[in-house]
C-alpha cells in the first residue's frame, strides 16, 4: 500500500514524522508537504506561479518539500508518485473541529486527496505554547485509527481529531453549532488601529459532535462528505412556484434558453410563471 503523508505545519512539523513512523508500519511512506507553514489556508491552490518539488531526507523516509499549499502538496504529490493508495494528514498541531473544517489545511489535503478519487484521512491533535503533543503517547490510538480507517476503503473522507489523553474511540459527526472565530482590535507600536482574527475557545458540545468526544477524551472520528448540497433546501426550492429568472431579450440568447427551459425540472417549467 502506497501512504502519501502530507500536513499544513510543514515538513519539518515533529507531527509529520510521527505520522510517518506509524503509517509506514501498513505500507511504504512518502512524505510531501509545505516548506513552510500553512495553517488555516483551508483549500487554497497555486495557480499563478509555478512549484517545486524538492527532496529531502527525514529520518529513513523519502520526503519532499513544496513551495505551496497542503492541497497543492496532495495534487503534485499524487501526480509524482503514481498508484497512490491513501492519503494522510497530519498529525497537525493543534485540534480541527467543528467550524475548523471550513478553513483547516491539514482537512484540505485530505479533501484534495478525496477530489482525485482517493482517500484522505485528517489526523489533528490538542496542542498549546506550553506544551507539545505526547507522540509516543498518542502512537496505540493513531496505530488503532490507522488500522480501523484503511479497512474502510467506503469511507473517501475522515477527519480524525486526539485529545493529550484519550480513553477510548469514538464516531461523531461535525459540530456547527457555533462558529470560533472572533475579531479582536488593537493598536500597533505607532497607535495605529490592527485587528487580530484570533479562534475563541468554546465550551460545550451536543453529545456525539466532534468537540463533544474531544472534550470527554474520546479520539473523535467524523466521516465527512464533499457534497455540501443542502438536499432539504434543494427538493424545497425546486418545488417553489417561481423557478430562478431566466435571462431574456437578445436575440443571441434566445437558442440557449430554450435549451436550458428544456432541461429544466418537468413541475418547476410547468409552473413558470
Ligand atoms: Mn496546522
Known sequence: MRILISNDDGIYSPGILALAKVASRFGEVRMVAPDVEQSSMGHAITASRPLRYK????????????????????ALGTHQWQHTDVVLSGINLGLNLGNSCWHSGTLAAAKQAALLGLRGIAISTEFSDKQEPNFSALEPYVTKVLELLLEEKAMSLVNVNLPPKPRGIRWTRQSVRQYDGKVVPSKDPMGRPIYWFTITPLEGAEEGTDRWAVEHNW?????????????????????????????????????????SRRGMNKKARHEKS
Open 55 to 74: 527532496r529531502i531526507r527525514l529520518d529513513e523516509f523519502e520526503a519532499y518539500r513544496v513551495n505551496g499549499t497542503p492541497a497543492d502538496c496532495v
Open 219 to 259: 479520539v473523535s472520528i467524523t466521516p465527512l462528505r464533499l457534497d455540501l448540497t443542502d438536499e432539504k433546501g434543494l427538493t424545497r426550492a425546486l418545488a417553489l412556484h417561481h423557478t430562478p429568472p431566466i435571462a431574456s431579450g437578445t436575440s443571441g440568447n434566445s437558442q440557449r434558453n430554450k435549451k
